[in-house]
């Protein structure tokens, strides 16, 4: 069974840093694309960033590119995701995600089939 398991959200001030984590478990995670994906109250869940099960490949959705920087430890299983220079229009939950298909890589969140419970980041002064 999947698990993914996120942690490293909280209250930070503009211009502040997060580092999220994310451990996955129930599955063969160096062969999955993962991705982090976010979710306001009364939005859409947009998609942050990916990266490929070799780390070789990653995408970013164009607000958080030179912002936030996406990693993955598989001798861990686990992802990354650095946040800096937050902004109060990064307040949202934010889920791990895991791509449905192993050995296959995409920007497109129909395509990541399981998510964590999510962690909150909010952005505040």
């Known amino acids: 069974q999947v698990h993914l398991v996120e942690s490293g959200g909280g209250l930070v001030q503009p211009g502040g840093s997060l580092r999220l984590s994310c451990a996955g478990s129930?599955?063969?995670?160096?062969?999955?694309?993962m991705g982090w994906y976010r979710q306001a109250p009364g939005r859409e869940r947009e998609l942050v960033a990916v990266?490929?099960?070799?780390?070789?490949?990653?995408d970013y959705t164009d607000s958080v590119k030179g912002r936030f920087a996406i990693s993955r430890d598989n001798a861990k299983n686990t992802v990354y995701l650095q946040m800096s220079n937050l902004q109060p229009a990064d307040t949202a939950m934010y889920h791990c995600?895991?791509?449905?298909?192993?050995?296959?890589?995409?920007?497109?969140?129909?395509?990541?089939?399981?998510w964590g419970q999510g962690t909150q980041v909010t952005v505040s002064s």
């Open positions: 995600t895991m791509h449905g298909r192993n050995h296959h890589y995409s920007a497109d969140l129909s395509d990541y089939g399981y």
């Open positions: 129930g599955f063969n995670f160096n062969e999955y694309a």
């Open positions: 990266i490929s099960s070799s780390s070789i490949l990653t």
